[in-house]
């Protein structure tokens, strides 16, 4: 079964330095997501992609994130400049997208932590 | 704006017991519904989802939610759990007819004991 995945699975980084973490979706799916869960609280949805650009993003989601599907099957959020409260897990997602089926299929996560 | 609101964070049952975890939610339009479960070290993975139809809706190892709009409520049921049933369990809602993001309730960290 195709399944979403995620790299790396564990990154940590100074504050003030900048990370990419890496999501490979579903291959046939169309419609990408990331999401954040800081420990203890509630996973939180950051941004959604479609047709390469971003269809939609949430407050949390600001100058500091970029996403970029830089080639056929990558799809990255990139943090610039990495601040303490940035420490979470960050869940990729995808979807097919294809009318009112919008099932969201979650990879793995990064545990990303920042010293 | 959307919310979620799971109204046990822990739940401590034996097994066999049953199972019922509240969700409700607040939106002003159609929405889709699903659970979600996050096994201890593992992803997050659908368990079931609601789009329209049939309001009582059956998922995976025996789960199943019943979408009851006039109360905004998605609770998630089993009659009978299981030691393996022990995992984070998450409700989410997002807009009929869009691809939104998803928004989560803040989970239900339910533990049974054998």
Redesign the interface.
């Given at each position: 079964e195709p399944e979403v995945t995620q790299t790396p699975s564990h990154q940590v980084t100074q504050m003030g330095q900048e990370v990419i973490l890496r999501c490979v979706p579903i291959s046939n799916h169309l419609?990408f997501?990331w999401?954040r869960q800081i420990l203890g609280?509630?996973?939180?949805?950051?941004?959604?992609f479609?047709n390469n650009e971003i269809?939609?993003k949430?407050e949390i989601f600001d100058d500091q994130f970029s996403v970029e599907r830089p080639d056929g099957s990558n799809f990255t959020l990139k943090i610039r400049s990495t601040k303490l409260e940035d420490s979470a897990m960050y869940?990729c997602a995808s979807?097919s997208?294809t009318a009112?089926?919008?099932?969201?299929?979650?990879?793995?996560?990064t545990r990303l932590l920042v010293l | 704006a959307q919310s979620v609101s799971q109204h046990n964070h822990h739940v401590i049952l034996s097994e066999a017991a049953s199972l019922e975890l509240g969700c409700n939610y607040s939106y002003g339009g159609t929405v889709n519904l699903f659970w979600y479960v996050q096994y201890p070290g593992q992803h997050l993975q659908l368990l079931l989802k609601y789009f329209s139809g049939d309001p009582l809706v059956k998922g995976i190892k025996g789960f199943e939610a019943e979408f009851i709009k006039s109360k905004f409520s998605f609770n998630l049921r089993k009659p009978s759990v299981q030691w393996s049933d022990t995992a984070e369990y998450f409700c989410a809602v997002n807009a009929r007819g869009g691809a939104d993001g998803l928004t989560f309730g803040k989970g239900t960290h339910l533990i049974i004991q054998p």
């Open positions: 419609y997501y999401y609280q509630k996973v939180e949805f950051l941004v959604s479609y269809s939609e949430s869940f979807s997208g009112n089926q919008e099932t969201q299929y979650f990879g793995p996560g | -």
